[in-house]
Each structure stands twice: as C-alpha cells, then as structure tokens.
C-alpha cells in the first residue's frame, strides 16, 4: 500500500530552527509538496520538489532525497504566527496526490 | 491569486437529507477536488474532475456524488446524509497545464449531521 509518515505533533522556541520529516512509500514518485495549515483554514502551497537536493524559499526550505523516500521541511527563524500543521503530498505513478496527516508544529515564546 | 470559494464555512443537517456542498474557483482551472478532512487522518479524495462533465471516483466516494455543469464550479452531493459524514470538506483546484500544478483551497465546510 501507499504510506506517508509524518510526525503526529512538534514543539519549537520562537527564533529556532525545526525540521519536519517526511518519509513516503509510494508506487511511484513524480514529485512532493508541502503545504501549511493554520487551524480552521484551507491548506495553502508553500514548496515543490521532484529532483534530488535543497530549495530554498525565503524562512523556509524543503529537501528531497528520492533514493531514500525522505523529505523535509526546515523552518528558521521560527515565528508564532508559524504554528500551523505542514502536511506533505506525494504524486504517484498515477499522477494521483497521497496526503500524509500532517505534522502540527507548536510555537512557544 | 487563485480563488477558491466554498458556499458555506458551516452547515448543519439532519440524517437522511440530501446535503449539497457547492465550490466556485475563478482561475480557468481545469482540474477540480473534493477532500473531506478528519484528525488524525490525512486528505482523504472523494471524487474529482478533470474537464466539464467529467468525474472521477478517488479514494472513499461511498455515500457521494459530484456534478460539474460548468468550469468553474464543482458540487458534491451527500444524498442522504449520515452521521459518519460529519467532517470538514475541502474544495480545491488546479491548472491543467502539466502534472505537477499544486492544487489550491478552499476554507472549506464544517458539515455537521445530526
């Protein structure tokens, strides 16, 4: 079957660093995203990867490694306003989107 | 910016009425989805639609139906309610334009039955 693991929760310090790990099991691969979700709101796209390596945008950042089914998400900086869950999605073989649970990352001062 | 627009954010039914959840995305998106989303649990597909008139079953379609009239605009069905369809239901959209198009949301629908 087809799986996506995530962390069910994470708690960070305001001003750190995070990293949200994803790992998937999936019959096939065409890329992975990460979306954030403030609690009660619609998931909103933050990154996209489908090659091997870092990409960076802004705060935030997303990794992939393809060989190993991995991804992660770094946050730096952290702010309150970045308590939310981040859910990973993975294309499969069939251009069909699989959701991990998401990952519900709390902030304190 | 792309925009997602879900008829109602709560509703509240009865078990055993006909619920219809309506959802409008102003981008010429060919590409529409209907999640239903619960704790624990990640987005799970109901159905979704590729081109006018077209539709597709995802994972848990039981209980659904889909209607897509128009480009813009995607319905889901409930046709007659039941308390196990309590849950958040999201819309979303994407551009057909290649296959890696991120999908965008709606603020979704906290649908109670009762």
């Known amino acids: 079957g087809q799986n996506i693991d995530q962390p069910t929760e994470m708690t960070a310090t305001e001003g750190a660093i995070v990293q949200i790990n994803c790992t998937y099991q999936?019959?096939?691969?065409?890329?992975l995203f990460w979306y954030q979700q403030h609690a009660g709101e619609a998931p909103t796209f933050l990154s996209y990867?489908?090659l091997d390596g870092l990409e960076e945008k802004g705060r935030f950042s997303s990794f992939l490694s393809r060989s190993k089914g991995y991804s992660y998400l770094l946050l730096k900086e952290l702010q309150m306003k970045d308590s939310a869950s981040y859910l990973c999605?993975?294309?499969?073989?069939?251009?069909?989107?699989?959701w991990g649970a998401g990952t519900k990352l709390i902030i304190k001062p | 910016d792309v925009k997602v627009t879900q008829s109602s954010r709560y509703l509240v039914k009865r078990t055993g009425e006909k619920v219809f959840l309506e959802c409008v995305q102003d981008m010429d998106h060919e590409n529409m989805f209907w999640y239903r989303q619960d704790p624990g649990l990640g987005l799970r597909l109901i159905y979704f639609s590729y081109d006018v008139k077209m539709k597709e079953k995802g994972d848990i379609p039981e209980g659904y139906s889909v209607s897509r009239e128009k480009k813009e605009r995607f319905s889901l069905i409930l046709e007659s309610a039941s308390t196990n369809q309590t849950s958040m239901y999201l819309c979303?959209?994407?551009?057909?334009?290649?296959?890696?198009?991120?999908?965008?949301f709606g603020d979704g629908t906290r649908l109670s039955i009762l």
């Open positions: 979303a959209s994407s551009s057909g334009e290649g296959d890696n198009q991120p999908q965008h």
């Open positions: 999605a993975v294309i499969d073989s069939n251009y069909q989107l699989i």
């Open positions: 999936t019959s096939g691969f065409n890329g």
């Open positions: 990867n489908v």
